[in-house]
């Protein structure tokens, strides 16, 4: 189990430790704004992604891929979280796609197993 007070270090980077930790740099208060902002824009993104595909019933290409976007950014959202659970190294955004993928499975069938999630049933 790694040690929580000791950021995690690979070969590819600087190492990390009793005295050779790098320099932190200094706070800049236009950083924070600017994260705030992206992580905004992204979130209406996503949000505008899901409103276009419900916006476009009909059109396949175009309603489409406006839904695979929002799912993909859904299931990079899940990874997010199974990362965090797993205490894995931070995972580029395809990989967290497709934890998230797994870790929605794996309780998507604890769900079936204890009878919580059902068949759609077909009112015909």
Do not use: E, H, K, N
Request: proline share 7%; glycine share 14%.
């Amino acid at each position: 189990m790694p040690d929580r007070g000791r950021p995690i270090s690979d070969s590819d980077r600087t190492p990390t430790g009793p005295g050779r930790s790098s320099p932190t740099p200094a706070a800049d208060g236009g950083a924070a704004l600017l994260d705030r902002v992206l992580r905004v824009v992204a979130v209406l993104t996503v949000l505008g992604l899901g409103a276009a595909g419900l916006a476009q019933p009909s059109s396949v290409l175009r309603g489409g891929i406006a839904w695979l976007g929002l799912l993909f950014f859904a299931l990079a959202g899940w990874g997010a979280i199974v990362s965090r659970i797993a205490r894995v190294r931070v995972p580029d955004v395809g990989l967290r796609a497709a934890l998230g993928a797994a870790g929605y499975l794996a309780l998507a069938g604890v769900a079936l197993a204890f009878g919580a999630l059902t068949r759609p049933s077909c009112s015909r």
